[in-house]
């Protein structure tokens, strides 16, 4: 929902309404699977671990480059880091 359509739908933003018992069923389930995806890859790297240490390392190295490679893309890497003025 664009925001021009805030004058015909106005509890709502985004997939979120703004109150009420939806409000905070949505708000739940974003919290359960934020939560999930945290669970999963610590259990990733867990194994990788188990596996071999160097292996969870090239894997880690490997998403941070892409997330960082991305970030650059975007043009999101300099408010990504805290620099002043």
């Not at 194994?47 to 880690?60: H, M, P, S």
Request: with cysteine; aromatic share 14%.
């Amino acid at each position: 929902m664009s925001f021009l359509n805030r004058s015909i739908a106005k509890d709502i933003n985004g997939f979120v309404p703004l109150s009420g018992r939806d409000h905070h069923v949505v708000k739940v389930s974003m919290l359960a699977m934020a939560f999930s995806q945290l669970l999963s890859k610590c259990f990733t790297y867990s194994l990788l671990i188990g596996i071999k240490k160097r292996f969870a390392i090239v894997v880690f190295g490997g998403e941070m480059a892409v997330y960082f490679t991305y970030k650059i893309i975007r043009g999101e890497f300099r408010s990504y880091l805290p620099v002043k003025g």
